[in-house]
């Protein structure tokens, strides 16, 4: 059987894939709005443990189309680690059309872009990298670890890598104080990545976090879905991102929004203006999850 140690996450277009964890937890881990990976200690795994898992799935599987290493900072293990891994599903799984990964900003800015182009050459396709936001400000004060600039740094590194570039904002995570700041600096970082994919998310508190815990204690305001449908709008209103495909159809999200930019974005922003003048219902909370 394939080991897992702790609990496993993916992002929702990794449903139907093979996971295998290389690293164990987040190498940060520390941000204040996240409940991912906290009873886990980071931890890259051995190269003889990872390799049994995958003997293990060819073993099971007859045939394996997709594979996602998790956990949520594969690509934190050195580049000639991954590469070896990366020869080993080329070997075992040749039928395979697509592996990634998640990569945290740090993880890609310690490595050469050599190196990043190295392993798109031996099969690692697309890179979720999380922004969160745009602004400086938010980051700061959720403890991302890292500037806008070098979050846009590190997506373009993936680009210029020739992989596939998915990238996650959180609608809401500045609170109403810096909505405005939070929606135009995270749409100036978009549209300097113009990374294939584009997901945004909505804040929601379900386990405890720091950022839970001033919320719990008044400190932090949970901007309500009118406010939310305001600052997505305004995202959208100040995003440059031609053929970028665009997704804000979470569990987590009031409003499912979908479509390609910048061809679609009318199209996302009347479907706001509809919800906040009352013609398209808000996803009622006791249907918002993670």
Known sequence: MIHYEGRVFRPPSEAYSLIVQVTIGCSHNKCTFCDMYKE????????????????????QYRHVDRIFLADGDALMCQSQHMAEILKYIKKLFPECE???????????LCKKQEDLNMLHELGLSMIYLGLESGSD????????????????????????????????????????????EHAIKTAEA???????????????????????????????????????????????????????????????????????????????????R????????????AFRAR
């Not at 886990?40 to 995958?54: G, H, P, S, W």
């Not at 398209?280 to 909370?285: A, T, Y």
């Open 137 to 180: 400000e938010v980051l700061k004060r959720v403890n991302k670890g890292e500037t806008a600039d070098e979050i846009v740094r590190a997506g373009l590194m993936v680009k210029n890598a020739g992989m596939k570039l998915s990238v996650t904002c959180i609608a809401g995570l500045g609170s109403l104080e810096l909505s405005e």
């Open 40 to 59: 886990k200690q980071f931890r890259v795994r051995k190269l003889e443990e990872i390799k049994a898992d995958f003997d293990a799935a060819r073993r």
């Open 190 to 272: 978009l549209s300097k990545m113009k990374p294939e994919y584009i997901g945004l998310l909505t804040l929601l508190f379900e386990l405890p976090t720091p950022l839970m815990k001033d919320w719990e204690e008044g400190r932090f305001y949970l901007m309500n879905p009118i406010e939310i449908a305001h600052e997505t709008l305004i995202l959208l209103e100040h995003i440059d991102a031609e053929g970028s495909i665009f997704r804000a159809n979470h569990a987590s999200n009031y409003v499912n929004l979908a479509g390609t930019l910048n061809q679609d974005r009318e199209i996302m922003c009347n479907r706001l």
């Open 98 to 108: 697509r592996v990634t990964s998640y990569g945290s900003p740090a993880s890609i």
């Open 274 to 285: 509809a919800a906040l003048d009352g013609k398209v219902k808000f996803r009622s909370e």
